[in-house]
């Protein structure tokens, strides 16, 4: 597996165990969104050496050749990093040419995406080195004659906006103590600032869900066990009687409580071993002699959340 696979990869593991909520630069915080889509296709590599009679470098077409384009770390404002399709880096480039983004005199580069309040540019000239640094950045409102360079290839830019959750990371070294202070109001009332919260990092979360003997007039009964995979101890056990749904509904609000983290989610449910009795005999219960059973494995909450548990075959 090459580099930017593993890189990818990593990245799909992470959004896989629900790990999407993130904090950047001024506690910009939020619920990010992701979009990694089908590789790019042959037509669109041939249309793109066709349109500017140069071959990509090979770390950029590496990737497209496992994702055409990308939507990474995306909050609810719009901003995150971009990568443009192919096909669009080709629409985006000879608009920024008529538009004038792409200067004249500094007209040798393509626009491969965008970057909070940038574009994301690679320098023509340099991409032919490939042992040139050819990744490069510009506010929209300005052109190509004041873009900088990032000061490195995409590859490593790729990787370096994964850590960073899609932030401009190239700009963390210029940050300066005189210039951006942090403060704290002084006249901020002192009831108004909230105590930190704190976090419980929990290896597994195993939860037996027992159905009731009937359908009717029973409670479902929930145990959830919590601690080291396989070794989990008894936390809390309930009753619920308002059907399934309130079952999953209830454990879905515990597992979701902010200051928890789990890494493994299991789910198990069974039926009672007895069941209301429905022949007459005159005994209330008989023995279940086919209990049904059923296990889901989920990584993290996010996942669990996404695909929950569906009821036993029969019951509501």
């Known amino acids: 597996m090459n580099q930017i ?27 990010a969104k992701f979009n990694l889509p089908e590789p790019v296709t042959a037509s669109s590599l041939a249309a793109f050496e066709a349109e500017f009679n140069q071959k990509l470098p090979s770390e950029y077409q590496t990737f497209l050749e496992l994702h055409d384009g990308a939507d990474l770390f995306i909050l609810d404002d719009g901003l995150g990093l971009v990568l443009h399709s192919l ?10 040419i008529e538009y004038e983004l792409i ?4 007209d040798h580069y393509w626009v491969i995406g965008e970057i909070n309040e940038g574009y994301l540019l690679i320098n023509r000239e340099f991409a032919k080195m490939e042992d040139t640094p050819y990744m490069y950045w510009v506010f929209h409102e300005l052109s190509t004659e004041e873009a ?3 000061g490195q290839n995409f590859g490593t830019f790729l990787e370096y906006s994964i850590i960073a959750q899609g932030d401009v990371f190239w700009e963390f070294k210029d940050f300066s103590i ?22 419980r990092f929990v290896d597994s979360v195993r939860v037996e869900i027992e159905y009731p ?23 809390m056990r309930y009753n619920e009687g308002r059907g399934f749904d309130k079952v999953i509904q209830s454990v879905r609000d515990h597992l ?10 299991r789910v198990f449910q069974r039926e009672h071993l007895f069941q209301a009795n429905e022949d007459q005999s005159g005994d209330p219960l008989a023995r279940n002699l086919n209990p049904q059973r059923q296990g889901y494995r989920y990584d993290g909450y996010r996942a669990f959340a996404d695909q929950l548990p569906r009821p036993l075959p029969g019951w509501k």
């Open 213 to 235: 003997v009937s359908e009717t007039n029973s409670y479902f009964t929930i145990s959830i066990y919590e601690g080291k995979f396989e070794q989990e101890k008894l936390g």
């Open 178 to 199: 005189e210039k951006d202070n942090y403060f704290v109001d002084e006249e901020t009332p002192e009831e108004d600032v909230k105590p930190p919260i704190s976090i």
């Open 87 to 96: 096909d669009r880096v080709i629409e985006a480039t000879n608009e920024a």
């Open 103 to 106: 200067h004249e005199d500094f």
């Open 5 to 31: 696979a593993a890189v990818l990869g990593g990245l799909q593991q992470k959004i896989s165990h629900g790990s999407t909520f993130i904090q950047r630069k001024y506690n910009e915080i939020g619920q």
């Open 148 to 150: 900088d360079s990032i």
């Open 256 to 265: 979701s409580y902010e200051q928890y983290h789990f890494s493994s989610i």
